[in-house]
């Protein structure tokens, strides 16, 4: 297993999801690639794409990612495609907010943090 930093595998996994996205992976090869290239479980890797497809459409997701995994892909999406996909990925990233806390009945500060400071950003976008 590579030693990597969680943001560096993060951003691997976002390509990779990315690439899966725009049919330019199969999916399961970026998952086992993700898998062989950095130890990631193989269902972790599943979630993260469904996720990221989700994103992509403005979609809600109802899989958790770490609160540093959040922060990272919505910065791979500030910078993916000159933002393009940005402010969806900022509105699904809020339906996510929604459905969490009516699902665990948690206030979910620090992932509303992570939702202000990209929120911020949108504004320069």
Known sequence: MNK???????AFKFKRAIDVCFEREDKQAAIS?????????ISSCDMYI???RSMLEGERYTRNMSINETDITMKNFYSFNNGKYF???LQSL????????EQEGQPLH??????????DKAQTK
């Open 33 to 41: 690639r993700i898998n062989r290239e950095y130890g990631v479980n």
């Open 110 to 119: 620090r992932l509303r943090e992570v939702l202000a400071k990209w929120s």
């Open 87 to 89: 402010k969806k990925a």
């Open 50 to 52: 469904r996720n990221i």
């Open 4 to 10: 990597k930093s969680s943001d560096e595998i993060i």
């Open 94 to 101: 809020k339906q996510h907010i929604k459905y969490s806390q």
